[in-house]
């Protein structure tokens, strides 16, 4: 059973950064990916990392805005959100799958408890 927590959400104003983490209890799988879910909506993808080779692929709403990257040594994954919008406001959950089909949602294995990301305008 893989262990994913994580942090960093928070409330900010409109064009603030924020920085969110996600620690895995061990490195394994294939992709890392962030999801997020507004309230009334499906949950969409956002971001996602290999661990292997550090491939990143982004949903075009976030594409500039955005970025992944990972920590091996410390098995976290990171997204850094800059010049957020009240749109990104959800809840973003980090998940780990050991497919390649990082854009579908049921293709994670192991999700995490979910953090919460309010921006205001």
């Known amino acids: 059973q893989v262990q994913l927590v994580e942090s960093g959400g928070g409330l900010v104003q409109a064009g603030a950064s924020l920085q969110l983490s996600c620690a895995a209890s061990?490195?394994?799988?294939?992709?890392m990916g962030w999801y997020r879910q507004a309230p009334g909506k499906e949950r969409a993808f956002v971001a996602a990392?290999?661990?292997?080779?550090?491939?990143?692929y982004y949903a075009d709403s976030v594409k500039g805005r955005f970025t992944i990257s990972r920590d091996i040594a410390k098995n976290t994954v990171y997204l850094q959100m800059n010049s957020l919008k009240p749109e990104d406001t959800a809840v973003y959950y980090c998940a780990l799958s050991y497919l390649g089909t990082y854009w579908r949602s049921n293709s994670y294995y192991y999700w995490g408890q979910g953090t919460q990301v309010t921006v205001s305008s």
């Open positions: 990392i290999t661990w292997s080779d550090g491939y990143e």
């Open positions: 061990e490195r394994t799988g294939y992709v």
